[in-house]
């Protein structure tokens, strides 16, 4: 049995996300988040990718993926395993 540290999961989701959120990738992460996670999160990633226009906000849209996904993995703790392989998945994506 391995031991997920939830702030470090949250962290790379984080960052994956927000970069995926203004390419190419963001197409696919947005109908994986909605299966995945549900229709508020994958609502939360479009709206990221409306506030990406603005040059301000990679940092600020970095923090708030990693507080929402930080609640999640507190609320459910399950949805680990998941969120490291849609993390993984959408980095590679990213280096396509």
Same mark, same amino acid.
């Given at each position: 049995? *391995?031991?997920?540290?939830?702030?470090?999961?949250? $962290? &790379?989701?984080?960052? @994956?996300?927000?970069? @995926?959120?203004? *390419? +190419?990738?963001?197409w696919w #992460? /947005?109908d994986a988040?909605?299966? *995945? #996670?549900?229709?508020?999160?994958? %609502?939360?990633?479009?709206? /990221?990718? =409306?506030? %990406?226009?603005?040059? +301000?906000?990679?940092?600020?849209?970095?923090?708030? $993926?990693?507080?929402?996904? &930080? +609640? =999640? %993995?507190?609320?459910?703790? &399950? =949805?680990?395993? #998941?969120l490291v392989? #849609?993390? @993984?998945? /959408? *980095?590679?994506?990213? =280096?396509?």
């Amino acid at each position: 049995m *391995s031991v997920v540290h939830q702030p470090r999961v949250a $962290w &790379e989701g984080a960052r @994956a996300f927000v970069a @995926a959120a203004d *390419s +190419d990738a963001y197409w696919w #992460l /947005t109908d994986a988040v909605g299966r *995945s #996670l549900g229709a508020v999160y994958q %609502l939360n990633l479009a709206e /990221t990718r =409306l506030r %990406l226009r603005r040059e +301000d906000a990679v940092f600020a849209e970095t923090g708030a $993926w990693r507080v929402r996904l &930080e +609640d =999640l %993995l507190r609320a459910r703790p &399950e =949805l680990a395993p #998941l969120l490291v392989r #849609l993390t @993984a998945e /959408t *980095s590679g994506r990213l =280096l396509r």
